[in-house]
T-cell receptor, first 115, second 111 residues
Framework: NAGVMQNPRHLVRRRGQEARLRCSPM?????VYWYRQLPEEGLKFMVYLQKENIIDESGMPKERFSAEFPKEGPSILRIQQVVRGDSAAYFCASSAGSSYNSPLHFGNGTRLTVT | AQRVTQPEKLLSVFKGAPVELKCNYS??????LFWYVQYSRQRLQLLLR??SRESIKGFTADLNKGETSFHLKKPFAQEEDSAMYYCALGVGTGRDDKIIFGKGTRLHILP
């Protein structure tokens, strides 16, 4: 089992471009979480998805950010018209069920740099 | 408000000395607490959770609801304990569970 796979590992975008971050959960996991880590900050919850459903997006900025987890394929975190403040490490985690009973398995993260 | 506070950014401890990483939480519901660890060049991974009442790699953590704390302790530090430690709080009522993290404490074990 390869674990949670995130790609790309590093992503450089100019201001105004779109960033697409991909996350393939562990085999058999149907729960995906996205977190953002800014310099000197901890992991900030962004969104929790199950297959084809957004369960909790309370941590997502209201504009430019969206996430999906389709029936087939990886989960995608999309950032439109990126700005310098979007530069951060974005981590994806997956679990087999409710996070209380199933530990989160993290990917290696995608480091986004906006120039 | 739901919040996890780790007051120390960096904690340096001599090998063989006791370790205590502090964590306080704020949550009106019934808390589920976890410690996650990230060793150098490795992924963030679960270390332990309060519901299991287990000791992992010599570490223990007791949930103190009166003080709203979940400090991580180890009686004798080892060099391989050097890592980034995150305290985490599970919130929700079942279908909408999520885990929120503190800012983390970097533990540096001195030889």
């Amino acid at each position: 089992n390869a674990g949670v796979m995130q790609n790309p590992r590093h992503l450089v975008r100019r201001r105004g471009q779109e960033a697409r971050l991909r996350c393939s959960p562990m085999k058999g996991h149907s729960h995906v979480y996205w977190y953002r880590q800014l310099p000197e900050e901890g992991l900030k919850f962004m969104v929790y998805l199950q297959k084809e459903n957004i369960i909790d997006e309370s941590g997502m900025p209201k504009e430019r950010f969206s996430a999906e987890f389709p029936k087939e394929g990886p989960s995608i975190l999309r950032i439109q018209q990126v700005v310098r403040g979007d530069s951060a490490a974005y981590f994806c985690a997956s679990s087999a069920g409710s996070s209380y009973n199933s530990p989160l398995h993290f990917g290696n993260g995608t480091r986004l740099t906006v120039t | 408000a739901q919040r996890v506070t780790q007051p120390e950014k960096l904690l340096s401890v001599f090998k063989g000395a006791p370790v205590e990483l502090k964590c306080n939480y704020s949550y009106s519901g019934s808390p589920e607490l976890f410690w996650y660890v990230q060793y150098s060049r490795q992924r963030l991974q679960l270390l332990l959770r309060h519901i299991s009442r287990e000791s992992i790699k010599g570490f223990t953590a007791d949930l103190n609801k009166g003080e709203t704390s979940f400090h991580l302790k180890k009686p004798f530090a080892q060099e391989e304990d050097s890592a980034m430690y995150y305290c985490a709080l599970g919130v929700g009522t079942g279908r909408d569970d999520k885990i929120i993290f503190g800012k983390g404490t970097r533990l540096h074990i001195l030889p």
